[in-house]
Antibody, heavy 119, light 108 residues
Framework: EVQLLESGGGLVQPGGSLRLSCAAS????????MSWVRQSPGKGLEWVSG????????SYAESVKGRFTISRDNSKNTLYLQMNSLRAEDTAVYYC????????????WGQGTLVTVSS | DIQMTQSPSSLSASVGDRVTITCRAS??????LNWYQQKPGKAPKLLMY???SLQSGVPSRFSGSGSGTDFTLTISSLQPEDFATYYC??????????FGQGTKLEIK
């Protein structure tokens, strides 16, 4: 059974940093691209960042480029999102999601972790 | 970026009704269109992929169609557990992936 378990969310002041983790199990982690998708309170879904299975490709939404860094440790089956220079508008539930290899849809999602940026 | 526009934004319907939600892309995305269902406080769940393929375990009352720029998600006979918010997502252009704004399906 595929499982994705996020952690690391919390309350942080504007300008602060936070690192999210997503522990994966139930599939060959290194074979699949992964993404982070966020959802601000009461709002829709926004793709944030993605990384290939072998970590030879990383991509970011314009809204987080230069502030967020996605990475993965295939030996630990874990995906990360390092978030720096956080802003109030980064407040959201952050989901990690597994990508299908051929058609790039998100077939499995974690339960999400809440990040609140506030003074 | 490819813009995804869903209609309607909200919809009231009754158990047993047939419901259709539309998603339009700002440019052709072939069949790279996926649908997700989200219930309050829960993660999104994949319903349909590649426009018309039903994800394993999803009831057959859900169906999808379309290609190019216009797509639909149809629920043939609404069940109580179907009341949720539905999102379309294009995976034709992966940087960035984009979602529709969502359609909230409520009980009439």
């Amino acid at each position: 059974e595929v499982q994705l378990l996020e952690s690391g969310g919390g309350l942080v002041q504007p300008g602060g940093s936070l690192r999210l983790s997503c522990a994966a199990s139930g599939f060959t982690f290194s074979s699949y691209a992964m993404s982070w998708v966020r959802q601000s309170p009461g709002k829709g879904l926004e793709w944030v960042s993605g990384i290939s299975g072998s970590d030879n490709s990383r991509s970011y939404a314009e809204s987080v480029k230069g502030r967020f860094t996605i990475s993965r440790d295939n030996s630990k089956n874990t995906l990360y999102l390092q978030m720096n220079s956080l802003r109030a508008e980064d407040t959201a539930v952050y989901y990690c999601a597994k990508e299908d290899s051929n058609w790039y849809y998100f077939d499995y999602w974690g339960q999400g972790t809440l990040v609140t940026v506030s003074s | 970026d490819i813009q995804m526009t869903q209609s309607p934004s909200s919809l009231s319907a009754s158990v047993g009704d047939r419901v259709t939600i539309t998603c339009r892309a700002s440019q052709s995305i072939s069949s790279y269109l996926n649908w997700y269902q989200q219930k309050p406080g829960k993660a999104p769940k994949l319903l349909m992929y590649v426009a018309s393929s039903l994800q394993s375990g999803v009831p057959s009352r859900f169906s999808g169609s379309g290609s190019g720029t216009d797509f639909t998600l149809t629920i043939s006979s609404l069940q109580p557990e179907d009341f949720a918010t539905y999102y379309c997502q294009q995976s034709y252009s992966t940087i960035p992936y984009t979602f529709g704004q969502g359609t909230k399906l409520e009980i009439k």
